[in-house]
Nanobody, 128 residues
C-alpha cells in the first residue's frame, strides 16, 4: 500500500536549520509531483512548497521562500525539505503529500482533496 513517512523534525533554536525527509513507497514516486504542507497549533493547513516529478521545477509560499528548499531523489524515493533561518512562525506539524499528476496545479495548492496521499507528519519546534 502507499506510504509516505516523514522524519527529521525536532527542536531547533531560532535561526537554526533542519532537514526533513519523506520516504515514499507503494507507488511510482518519480511519476508524481510532491508538496510539503504544514499545520501550526490551532491553525489550518498551510501549503509550503511543491516540486514536479522530475525535480526540475519548484514553487514556494511567500512565508518560506528564500529560507526553505524542496528537493527529491527519485532513485531513493525520497522527498526533502531543507529549512534554514527557522523562526517562531515556523513551528508546525509538517506533512508531505503527493499530487496525482507529474506537475502541480498552482491554482489548487490549497485544495486539499487534490492530494492523493499524506504522511503522518513530523513535528518541528522552534524555541530558544
Amino acid at each position: 500500500q502507499v506510504q509516505l513517512v516523514e522524519s527529521g523534525g525536532g527542536l531547533v533554536q531560532p535561526g537554526g536549520s533542519l532537514r526533513l525527509s519523506c520516504a515514499a513507497s507503494g507507488f511510482t514516486f518519480s511519476s508524481y509531483a510532491m508538496s510539503w504542507v504544514r499545520q501550526a497549533p490551532g491553525k489550518g493547513l498551510e501549503w509550503g512548497s511543491a516540486i514536479n516529478s522530475g525535480g526540475g521545477s519548484t514553487s514556494y509560499a511567500d512565508s518560506v521562500k528564500g529560507r526553505f528548499t524542496i528537493s527529491r531523489d527519485n532513485a531513493k524515493n525520497t522527498l526533502y525539505l531543507q529549512m534554514n533561518s527557522l523562526n517562531p512562525e515556523d513551528p508546525a506539524v509538517y506533512y508531505c503529500a503527493n499530487w496525482a499528476t507529474p506537475g502541480w496545479d498552482p491554482r489548487a495548492t490549497t485544495r486539499w482533496s487534490r492530494y492523493d496521499y499524506w504522511g503522518q507528519g513530523t513535528q518541528v519546534t522552534v524555541s530558544s
